[in-house]
Every structure is written in structure tokens, then in C-alpha cells.
């Protein structure tokens, strides 16, 4: 089992600000949990103290029971996606994907047919196994976006996380790449931890979310519940209202016959 714990974790900077406060939150063995709120609430720094990106004033912060505060990011055993799609350029699509496998030192290096194996595993539960020869210039920003998901993917990572992984894409895109990342999550079932602003892409894709505001926890429950009993102004306001007028919107642009 891979199950994440906050236990009053609070990330305070060195002008006294605090991004984080107190925060108690559980992710689930296998649980899709979206950090969702407006700009600036906390959700990134979340995700980045577990990450090891950033350090944690108080609190710990637990993998299955175990304290990660002080390991470093390579030794969490996480997989990792950001906004930008940080391919690297001169590299193939397989030597992007095998980057991380490769650089791994010591008992910790995989056999290189092992490398291949996962490799060609991972690209084909990307649909990228036609790509693997070309440079990333070569391809669409959706595929783009497989390809660094599949580089998280390929480390078979005990978590994983997602920054805002599809701002950087079209609307069109982001539809296909909600449903495909929501595909790979009920194939693999990885316990996975997503960063996003956009309500609709939270209510989609989520098991749980946990809303966020000026670095407090407001809210978490299934999607539906949390919409359909709010706890306080902020989650009605944010997430309930936002949905209602979409809604209403979609129907004054498509009216049933």
C-alpha cells in the first residue's frame, strides 16, 4: 500500500510568511487526489514539500509511515510532471523517456534490457511507440505531454505527482489529455497526488479533492459531495458558483431542443 500523510505541516518562509498552515490530509492507497483552489493558496507548495522541493517548517510529512522530511527528492521514490513539458531537445522520444533509469547510479541502476523492457512497455501505454525515434520538436503539444508523463511513469513510482500539467494546452487538448491521464490512473492505479486552478478538470478527474485557500485546508471529500454540500462561503463561492455559471453558460450556447 502507498498511502500519503500531512500531519501539521506548515511551510513558512524566512519574511514570516506562511504559505502552508497546519495542514492534516490523508491521500489513500491508489487515490486520485486533486489540491485545487485560486492562485497563490497553497496547493503548488503542497505538492513541492513532498516532492523535497521544498523544505517544511513544522509538521512531517509520511509515505506509507515513514518520515520523508529530510530525504532528498531522488530517494522518495516519487515521479514527477511539471507545467512545462521539460524534454530534453537533442534527445530521442525513447532517450527522454529512459533519461532518469539511465542516470540512476550504483545497486539502483536498472540492466539495460530492463531499461528497453520498460521503455517500450511505457511508450506503447502511452500510444508513443511510433514515436520513439523522433526529437520532441517532431511531435504535437498532446504528445508532447505523454511523453513527459511517461518519463514519471517509466520510474514505476510508489507516487505520482502532477503540477498543473496541461495549462500549457489548448482547450481541445485538455479534454483528450484529462480523459487520458484519468485512463492511465484506472490502468495503473498509482497513487497519484494533481495541482490544478480549474474546477471542471478537478470535478473530472478526481476520486477526492481538497480545496485550499490562503494556505488552509477548506474542504475534501468526492467531488459531488463536496459540490453538493459546501462547508463554507469560500467552497461555494469557488468551486460550486464557478460550476453553476459554466453550466448555465454551455446551456444558453447550446439549447436543448
Do not use: W
Not at 36 to 54: N, Q
Not at 71 to 89: E, H, I, N, T
Not at 161 to 180: F, G, I
Amino acid at each position: 500500500m502507498v498511502e500519503v500523510r500531512y500531519e501539521g505541516v506548515t511551510k513558512r518562509y524566512d519574511d514570516g510568511f506562511e504559505a502552508v498552515k497546519n495542514l492534516d490530509l490523508e491521500v489513500q492507497d491508489g487515490e486520485f487526489l486533486v489540491l485545487l483552489g485560486p492562485s497563490g493558496c497553497g496547493k503548488s507548495t503542497t505538492l513541492r514539500m513532498l516532492a523535497g522541493l521544498e523544505d517544511v517548517s513544522e509538521g512531517s510529512i509520511q509515505i506509507d509511515g515513514d518520515k520523508i522530511n529530510d530525504l532528498p527528492p531522488g530517494a522518495r521514490g516519487l515521479g514527477m510532471v511539471f507545467q512545462s513539458y521539460a524534454l530534453y531537445p537533442h534527445m530521442t522520444i525513447a532517450d527522454n523517456l529512459s533519461f532518469g533509469l539511465r542516470m540512476a547510479k550504483g545497486e539502483e541502476r536498472l540492466p539495460d534490457d530492463e531499461i528497453i523492457r520498460r521503455v517500450q512497455e511505457t511508450a506503447k501505454l502511452m500510444e508513443l511507440d511510433d514515436q520513439l525515434e523522433k526529437k520532441p520538436k517532431e511531435l504535437s503539444g498532446g504528445q508532447r505531454q505523454r511523453v513527459a508523463l511517461g518519463r514519471a511513469l517509466v520510474r514505476q513510482p510508489k507516487v505520482l505527482l502532477m503540477d498543473e500539467p496541461l495549462s500549457n494546452l489548448d482547450a481541445e487538448l485538455r479534454h483528450q489529455m484529462r480523459a487520458e491521464i484519468r485512463r492511465l490512473h484506472d490502468t495503473l492505479g498509482t497513487t497519484t497526488v494533481y495541482v490544478t486552478h480549474d474546477q471542471i478538470e478537478a470535478m473530472t478527474l478526481a476520486d477526492r479533492i481538497a480545496i485550499l485557500n490562503h494556505g488552509e485546508l477548506q474542504q475534501h471529500g468526492a467531488p459531488l459531495d463536496v459540490y453538493n454540500h459546501p462547508e463554507n462561503e469560500f467552497v461555494q463561492g469557488f468551486l460550486c458558483k464557478h460550476i453553476d455559471e459554466i453550466v448555465d453558460t454551455a446551456n444558453s450556447l447550446f439549447p436543448k431542443e
